[in-house]
């Protein structure tokens, strides 16, 4: 099966994604993750708002496993990538990592978290599992996405 | 015209609120007066949800104005007022204050800050004004607040 | 070895914790979870900001796995548990899960979130890992936790 | 005098910002205010990080007043207007408005929200009032912002 490939998105971090220990809060790293989704997605030519109108869909995080490496700081540039892992009839799941875009020696320190996220694809009003609409599918599978 | 006592909510900083400036992030003390709102109407026997499905209006911050004095930082304990100074047609305005609660000495010292907020009463799906409900209006006016 | 009994913090569902899906961010949950885990260390006696100031010692998140059931919303009271599963040199690991306060039927539908989250001692200023100071070990060993 | 140009940032909303009224929750454009003006500091050479390094300062919101107008939706594209209305010796004040990318025609329809924000320069220990830089100072007053 061929996946979309491998999608990045450039984020900085401002002062509300810190805490008082001097670094990103450990639950804003899955906002980034979500906003990186979110324009995947778009790259792909959906948007998520006209998914729910069209064919009355909701996307839902179901289950993440996460771990911290290092710290994000105030003013980072970090990157997040989108790697659609597994496509199933009403879910997928997806490889997120958070780069420190501007640690350009060793690429083992770059990651500063890594996390694997279960989607499902849910009926917007009953809120109970939906097939993934089929053009969706077909462009996640098929998609090309260029980092441009 | 009578209106409802002065109320108070205690309220406790998490990590969550600060930022890496060491303090509470200036917004988040907007969601700490919302949280006391939520709870005055509570304590006049109103839920902001049932308020929605019985009468189809919305309760919606139109306007606010907040100075800052001084800075509440992780752990603290909190205390959120909540003063109704205007009662209008489709519309209330109220002062609201945040008191340092361990702070027992001079008075003028316990406002970390200090505002006054905007609500209108918004149909739920027009967006547009309606008239606050007669029943909320008479609690309003002459509902007695115990802070127990 | 015995471990401090399972801690339940209340909680209630702002309009803050929300996003336009109508339900709960996902998020948040994890904004939950980390109150609980901070109202726990509080029950056993010790309180984050002075465990820094006299151990130089932070407790931060390095890993964490969770998966979502059904959703809170607006106005939900929900109870947030906590118990030590795990504890280490300088490490300790928790089971939580969010609970319907509201739900007091199938014991089953009763669960909108279960995680397991790691935790780790760090040094405050070198950010490496830390032994955790033996009192606290002492008294998440064998402290007694009544949730009145 | 002569003050650094209007300058504009734009931001997606993603449902992070949202609340489950269905539209941005209030105290988010706070958030996307502060964005704004970070940038702002970065377009004139200043990042805030360096400032409180190279001179001890934090610059922390003292007031605002905002009014909001019109809301913004998931998925919106909006701007940020970020424009230095007064200049003083440990002071700052600027206006912003959140503005409606996509809403081309009336423009009176397009300003979503409208603040006044005051800033203080602070000494980052001592959290008191401390001169801005002369070298910040002659940038704000004489800085060419090239909106590219």
Known sequence: MNKAEKFFWPIRVYYEDTDSG???YHANY?????????????KLGFELDQLKQ???????VTALSISFTRPAKFNNEIVVSVEATEIGKASMSFKQDIIDKNNDGDKNKQIMCSAKVKIACLDANAFKPKPIPKKVLEEIKHGRISNS
């Open 30 to 42: 899955l906002k980034f993750m979500e906003r990186a989704r979110s324009e995947w997605f778009r």
């Open 54 to 60: 069209e064919y009355g869909i909701l996307l839902v």
């Open 22 to 24: 001097g670094v990103v």
